[in-house]
Antibody
Framework: QIQLVQSGPELKKPGETVKISCKAS????????MHWVKQAPGKGLKWMGWINTETGEPTYADDFKGRFAFSLETSASTAYLQINNLKNEDTATYFC????????????WGQGTTLTVSS | DIQMTQSPASLSASVGETVTITCGASENIYGALNWYQRKQGKSPQLLIYGATNLADGMSSRFSGSGSGRQYSLKISSLHPDDVATYYCQNVLSTPYTFGGGTKLEIK
């Protein structure tokens, strides 16, 4: 069955770096792009951008340009979200989600990774 | 960027009632609108895609309608299991913006 399994919760200090993983299984990884979505505490969902799993080319929403980086390890069917120079406002749950081109929808989501940034 | 505005932000209704959540886009999105259900502690789950199409495995008590800039999600015959936050999402163009969410509670 198709699954997206994300890495576990993270507790970091401001200024540090975090790398969150999203391991896909049950389908051909490069057939579907991977998107990332943020949910801060008490807030709604926010689309961060996506990565083309065939080419590795990332695209970032405006609010996520600069400190955020999407990457792949295709041999391991894994997508990564790295956040550099962490700030308190990065505290959130981060989801990866598989995008289906025929339908324009997210059909599978990871379970979410909770990141807490606190000194 | 296309802005998505949902209303109400929260609502409370009784088991068996019918409720409607609305979603407005800042411009015509030509039906490129999805709805997701997020239950407490779970990942979002696709509910409706293309404004009107019910996702596989979701209850037929959920239905979507709308066109242009205005869309709605109707939940008929409310069940206790429907307690969740519901989000609309523009998928016409990036950024694929979400509405602010509607938190549904059962009285």
């Amino acid at each position: 069955q198709i699954q997206l399994v994300q890495s576990g919760p993270e507790l970091k200090k401001p200024g540090e770096t975090v790398k969150i993983s999203c391991k896909a299984s049950g389908y051909t990884f490069t057939d579907y792009s991977m998107h990332w979505v943020k949910q801060a505490p008490g807030k709604g969902l926010k689309w961060m951008g996506w990565i083309n799993t065939e080419t590795g080319e990332p695209t970032y929403a405006d609010d996520f340009k600069g400190r955020f980086a999407f990457s792949l390890e295709t041999s391991a069917s894994t997508a990564y979200l790295q956040i550099n120079n962490l700030k308190n406002e990065d505290t959130a749950t981060y989801f990866c989600a598989r995008w289906r081109d025929d339908g324009y929808l997210f059909d599978y989501w990871g379970q979410g990774t909770t990141l807490t940034v606190s000194s | 960027d296309i802005q998505m505005t949902q209303s109400p932000a929260s609502l409370s209704a009784s088991v068996g009632e019918t409720v409607t959540i609305t979603c407005g886009a800042s411009e015509n999105i030509y039906g490129a609108l999805n709805w997701y259900q997020r239950k407490q502690g779970k990942s979002p789950q696709l509910l409706i895609y293309g404004a009107t199409n019910l996702a596989d495995g979701m209850s037929s008590r959920f239905s979507g309608s709308g066109s242009g800039r205005q869309y709605s999600l109707k939940i008929s015959s409310l069940h206790p299991d429907d307690v969740a936050t519901y989000y609309c999402q523009n998928v016409l163009s990036t950024p694929y913006t979400f509405g602010g969410g509607t938190k549904l509670e059962i009285k």
